[in-house]
């Protein structure tokens, strides 16, 4: 009876121990490789300046006063800042084409609607599959993307991208 109390307080280290106690070093491993590892993304993800041809369609001819120089661009979803517009190429009337009765097309102007032509300046970086805004944005030509500049949202068409530094 005295031996049987004994071997109850007596509970030894067993492989169950073992394997939990391993679990615990390796997660705590795991946690200190994945923050390095981001660090190390967000280092590279802001390394390289772009230059990104931008096209807005058919917009209210008020909102040119909110796509000037100097206005940054957001995504919206986030309102993470993706580039700054540095230039604006063209302000041109906004065109429909129409289909007539006979099959023939016709290009007519829409009053009081406006197509806008320009460049913005964003960093990111370049990987094998393309251009990264911000190290995780994908951004190529005919590419759309949700933004606002804090007064006006939109859409917006990617006409080109040209790295322009090393």
Do not use: C
């Amino acid at each position: 009876m005295k031996e049987v109390k004994e071997r109850e307080k007596k509970s030894g280290f067993n492989i169950i121990d073992l394997i939990i106690i391993l679990f615990i070093i390796l997660a705590v491993v795991g946690i200190i490789m994945r923050y390095n590892l981001a660090d190390t993304i967000n280092l590279n993800a802001h390394g390289e300046t772009f230059e990104i041809e931008f096209l807005v369609l058919d917009i209210q001819e008020a909102s040119q006063q909110y796509l000037v120089e100097g206005k940054s661009f957001y995504m919206t979803t986030e309102s993470i800042k993706i580039g700054e517009i540095t230039t604006i190429l063209d302000i041109r009337p906004a065109v429909h084409y129409s289909e007539g009765l006979r099959g023939d097309i016709s290009k007519t102007e829409r009053p009081g609607r406006i197509d806008v032509t320009g460049i913005m300046t964003s960093t990111g970086r370049t990987t094998k599959e393309g251009h990264m805004i911000n190290g995780n944005t994908f951004v190529a030509p005919n590419k759309e993307l949700y933004v606002h500049t804090g007064e006006w949202e939109g859409v917006i068409r990617v006409l080109s991208v040209k790295k322009i530094n090393e």
